[in-house]
């Protein structure tokens, strides 16, 4: 049976981000298998740019394509003139090796689950092309051309959730394979045409954790930019309370220079036109830590997207195809690079992180609530006898905070021994990667709520802030579309409008 497209579906509810989607190609990416950045496969992803594969770099990929047919026809190689897993043992005559190839893409395409949406497969494409011109998986250069053309007209293969531990993406990529073999449905756009692939396809086309990979880089992009608006709904709650800037004073970072720590510190102090040595304020000695911690809290997390930033980077340019078909030594090197160790460590790494500064946000709304700090009603309420105001954000940013700690479990810490024992232990890199998609919602309702009350605060105190700050500009932006009714009533549109707006304040 042939498959060409289906009805596009939305597939799984999961989204990566509510208003940065969703436009035009502006731009062309060249495919280079050794340097292509975290931002181009967002990019890739979202359609806002169109893949060009490089000169160089496709006839490395016929050098080991040529490479490996050599290697197969001359000896045993896994996979290829061999079975997998635990039939790695098992010879394939080479009358039925074109039928292989198919056999084995047919049997690993068995993804369960919601299908997944459309950035996510494009990003496992844009990966896995990129991967491919690195030149080590000896696999026919035409593949690259059609995941190229399906990611310029947006179609991408039905793609089900569930099938990696971590040791390879291989359920999820024979969907891929079937879908380029005109096997399996495609979504989105018209489809490339459909390619002849034989046992020399099949292992080389699923040996990778590119859809992890492609996971992770749109999990890391939403993630970071909502941690960088974090700072700056800070920066509000900190002016709506009179703070001190000594926290963010430069000696004091300099004192223990933790690069992350540091680099809050003095966005900090841009954000709001603190000098580099502030003068110590009258009043209060010293700032809870919701205030005084933000570096400390937030520079971690700042570290933490930067590791795990490199680690994708490395990936999503390596030749980590098993086994490993090296042209020059005219080799074939069977290995383990396939296991996503780093990255399952610094998603779980970056989770952990991220959730601090949640937690570090759910303690300036609560601090938000008290006349101590505010000089204002408890719960930022009205004029009115024992109004509530915005006492139930905390419940709610407590609910959403206890969602964002679940998800933060180590992935890392889980264990799986598979194919009758060849395969004894798992990454479990792939669940690290969901759950980092799955992060970004209840994080934005969380400083979504600090947001709605921080605002109220500054407008209560009827606080002038220089617009001409990056903190007077976002106070501006949010004093714009937040409804500036005091009085007690159901605020579920406020976070959901301040939760939507973190999106403009990333890059203030």
Not at 445 to 451: I, K, R
Request: proline residues 6%; negative net charge; charged residues 20%.
């Amino acid at each position: 049976m042939s498959y060409r497209t289906v009805d596009t579906g939305t597939g799984s509810p999961r989204t990566t981000g509510s208003s940065r989607t969703g436009s035009a190609p502006t731009g062309i990416v060249v495919l280079d298998g050794e340097s292509l950045p975290v931002a181009d496969v967002v990019r890739l992803a979202r359609g806002t740019a169109r893949p060009v594969p490089g000169t160089e770099a496709m006839k490395r990929a016929e050098q080991s394509w040529d490479a490996a047919r050599e290697l197969a026809a001359s000896g045993r190689v896994y996979g290829r003139s061999t079975g997998v897993g635990a039939n790695r043992n098992e010879s394939v005559p080479s009358g039925a090796a074109a039928d292989h190839g198919l056999r084995l893409l047919r049997s690993h395409a068995g993804a369960i689950g919601d299908p997944l949406p459309g950035q996510e497969v494009r990003a496992m494409l844009a990966v896995r092309a990129n991967q491919l011109l690195a030149g080590g998986a000896g696999l026919r250069p035409t593949v690259v051309t059609a995941l190229c053309e399906a990611l310029e007209s947006g179609a991408h293969p039905v793609v089900n959730e569930f099938g990696s531990v971590g040791t390879g993406d291989i359920a999820a990529l024979a969907q891929m394979g079937l879908a380029l073999a005109g096997e399996h449905p495609w979504q989105g756009g018209p489809p490339p045409a459909a390619l002849r692939l034989d046992n020399n396809d099949a292992l080389a086309l699923i040996s990778s954790n590119a859809l992890t990979l492609g996971q992770a880089a749109l999990a890391l992009d939403e993630l970071r930019a909502l941690v960088d608006a974090t700072q700056v709904v800070a920066a509000l709650s900190l002016l709506a309370v009179d703070g001190s800037f000594e926290a963010y004073a430069e000696p004091v970072h300099a004192a223990r220079p933790h690069p992350g720590s540091y680099a809050v510190a003095a966005r900090s102090r841009r954000l709001l036109g603190a000098p580099e040595r502030p003068t110590p304020p009258l009043g209060r000695i010293q700032d809870p830590y919701g205030f005084r911690c933000v570096p400390q809290i937030h520079g971690p997390a700042q570290d933490a997207a930067d590791l795990l930033e490199r680690t994708i980077a490395v990936e999503i340019n390596a030749a980590a195809e098993n086994p490993l078909i090296h042209a020059e030594d005219m080799a074939a090197y069977h290995h383990g690079g396939f296991y996503m160790a780093q990255l399952a460590l610094a998603l779980d790494h970056f989770r952990l992180a991220l959730t601090q500064t949640a937690r570090l946000s759910t303690s300036r709304l609560s601090e938000l609530n008290e006349p101590g700090f505010t000089r204002l009603r408890p719960f930022l309420a009205d004029g009115e006898a024992a109004s509530s105001g915005v006492m139930i954000l905390e419940y709610a940013a407590g609910a959403a905070l206890g969602e964002l700690s679940a998800l933060s479990a180590p992935a890392s810490l889980g264990h799986a021994v598979l194919s009758r024992g060849v395969e004894e232990q798992a990454s479990f890199a792939s669940i690290a990667a969901r759950q980092a998609l799955r992060a970004g919602r209840a994080y934005r309702y969380v400083v979504g709520c600090e947001l709605v009350s921080a605002v109220r605060a500054l407008r209560q105190r009827e606080l002038r802030i220089d617009p001409d700050l990056p903190v007077g500009r976002a106070f501006a932006l949010a004093d714009e579309v937040l409804d500036p009714d005091h009085a007690d009533r159901p605020l579920t549109d406020d976070v959901e409008t301040a939760a939507a707006l973190l999106d403009r304040f990333h890059d203030l």
